[in-house]
Each structure stands twice: as structure tokens, then as C-alpha cells.
């Protein structure tokens, strides 16, 4: 289940993405995810809960999805 995040995060959210987007139409959504994550770490949200937003609004913003969750799934 799907929790709404605080409108700071995802201001912080939408931020990270224009900076990503300027780099490379490709966004790492994990990778995104656990930067915003890690910013907010004391809102205690699930890496799942920002990654959906985050491919949510890349996708709309017309990028590439890359969900590779990397070193993340290793453990």
C-alpha cells in the first residue's frame, strides 16, 4: 500500500528529477529514490512508496525507466 509523501519530499522529488533529466533522458529510479530517501530518512518512508512516485513523474515527464535495483537487491 501506497502512502502519501509529505509535499516537501516530493517537492525534493521533483527537484532531483529535473537535475537527473539534465544529465540523461534515462532515470535511474532506485537510484533517485534512495538519494531522496536518504535525505528524509527521519519521515521513515519505504524505498518502494518514493520509487513509485519517482517513476510516476519521469514517466510523465516522457523519460526512460531504469529499474534496475543494483547492489539494492543483493541483500
Known amino acids: ?8 519530499m ?4 521533483e527537484t ?3 537535475s537527473k533529466v539534465g544529465e540523461s533522458r534515462v532515470v535511474n529510479v532506485f537510484g533517485v529514490a ?4 536518504l535525505r528524509f530518512v ?3 518512508v519505504a524505498l518502494e512508496d ?3 512516485v519517482v517513476a510516476r513523474l519521469a514517466s510523465q515527464s ?3 525507466l531504469e529499474l534496475d535495483r543494483g547492489e539494492l537487491s543483493a541483500g
Request: aromatic share 0%; glycine share 4%; net charge negative.
Open 1 to 8: 500500500m501506497l502512502i502519501t509523501l509529505s509535499d516537501l
Open 16 to 18: 532531483t528529477l529535473r
Open 50 to 52: 518514493i520509487a513509485a
Open 34 to 37: 534512495e538519494e531522496v530517501q
Open 62 to 64: 516522457g523519460c526512460a
Open 10 to 13: 516530493r517537492r525534493d522529488i
Open 42 to 44: 527521519d519521515d521513515n
